[in-house]
């Protein structure tokens, strides 16, 4: 079966870190792009950053670049994202995504940025 599993949400104040991992199970995870998304309140899930397969290629959206870092451990099978120098706005679930047909998303973990 295939699944993710995302966790390492919680509350974090203003300019805090957080690191999420999302698990992956049921499938050979190297073969596969992954994904980061996020969905605030009230607003259209996003893509937050994309990792290849090898690790060789990482991309992020222009809000995030420089704060925060995508990575993976084929090992594991764990993607990760490192998330530094919060701000409110990146409050939101957060969701772990194959690149698939069909895609395969995870239950995502909330992130909460707040004083």
């Known amino acids: 079966q295939v699944q993710l599993v995302e966790s390492g949400g919680g509350l974090v104040q203003p300019g805090g870190s957080l690191r999420l991992s999302c698990v992956a199970s049921?499938?050979?995870?190297?073969?596969?792009?992954m994904r980061w998304y996020r969905q605030a309140p009230g607003k259209e899930r996003e893509l937050v950053a994309s990792?290849?397969?090898?690790?060789?290629?990482?991309d992020y959206t222009s809000t995030v670049k420089g704060r925060f870092i995508i990575s993976r451990d084929n090992a594991k099978t764990t993607v990760y994202l490192q998330m530094n120098s919060l701000k409110p706005e990146d409050t939101a679930v957060y969701y772990c995504?194959?690149?698939?047909?069909?895609?395969?998303w995870g239950k995502g973990t909330l992130v909460t940025v707040s004083s």
């Open positions: 995504y194959r690149e698939s047909l069909p895609p395969t």
């Open positions: 990792i290849s397969r090898y690790s060789e290629t990482a």
């Open positions: 049921g499938f050979t995870f190297s073969r596969y792009v």
